[in-house]
T-cell receptor
Framework: EADIYQTPRYLVIGTGKKITLECSQT?????MYWYQQDPGMELHLIHY???????EKGDLSSESTVSRIRTEHFPLTLESARPSHTSQYLC???????????FGNGTRLTVT | KQEVTQIPAALSVPEGENLVLNCSFT??????LQWFRQDPGKGLTSLLL?????REQTSGRLNASLDKSSGRSTLYIAASQPGDSATYLC?????????????FGRGTSLIVHP
């Protein structure tokens, strides 16, 4: 069973606040991903990383940043939260090569 | 750009029925295809991974097939149970230059009623 953890599980914050969503995995996976998912919609890739000090932008990256200082940790930061950021954020990792993705349970963010 | 479509969008069936969920993709140059299950408010749980060189994979009551040339995958659920109620998503893995980016469909929302 995959061990990938996201915190917080739920978050309600006001507009303009800076927030960081945490994602950690204990499997030593090189590849990590952040996705945004609205109810009933497909997952949209925000950022991904293929290893330490490697980060790439996905389709929805313009309003957020990530860092990969350690293999196990891949935090996502919103510099100034807006109501349009209200969504579920999912973190995933994979071992490398063509191995499957493993997902965390997600962070449900509400921006008021 | 890869596009992934899942049909039907929603399905409601009585317990015991055999089900077929469909996933189609526009670019056949894929590495893998993965089927996931998602329960409400949760993350995704991997069900089956089919590599591009394979035709199908089986796990218990689940069987997934892949036809790259036609850009299709099918997830077959045998003898459905209420516990199978969830959203089922497929993800197609493609990329170039060493990248490996999965693209997801919107999913099929399944309800199995007793």
């Amino acid at each position: 069973e995959a061990d990938i953890y996201q915190t917080p599980r739920y978050l309600v914050i006001g507009t303009g606040k800076k927030i960081t969503l945490e994602c950690s995995q204990t499997m030593g996976h090189d590849k990590m991903y952040w996705y945004q998912q609205d109810p009933g919609m497909e997952l949209h890739l925000i950022h991904y990383s293929y290893g330490v000090n490697s980060t790439e932008k996905g389709d929805l990256s313009s309003e957020s940043t990530v860092s990969r200082i350690r293999t196990e940790h891949f935090p996502l930061t919103l510099e100034s939260a807006r109501p349009s950021h209200t969504s579920q954020y999912l973190c995933a990792s994979s071992r490398g090569g063509f191995s499957p993705l493993h997902f965390g349970n997600g962070t449900r963010l509400t921006v008021t | 750009k890869q596009e992934v479509t899942q049909i039907p969008a929603a399905l409601s069936v009585p317990e015991g029925e055999n089900l077929v969920l469909n996933c189609s993709f526009t670019d056949s140059a894929i590495y893998n295809l993965q089927w996931f299950r998602q329960d409400p408010g949760k993350g995704l749980t991997s069900l089956l991974l089919i590599q591009s060189s394979q035709r199908e994979q089986t796990s218990g009551r689940l069987n997934a097939s892949l036809d790259k040339s036609s850009g299709r995958s099918t997830l077959y659920i045998a003898a459905s149970q209420p516990g199978d109620s969830a959203t089922y998503l497929c993800a197609v893995y493609a990329g170039s230059g060493g990248s490996y980016i999965p693209t997801f469909g919107r999913g099929t929302s399944l309800i199995v009623h007793p």
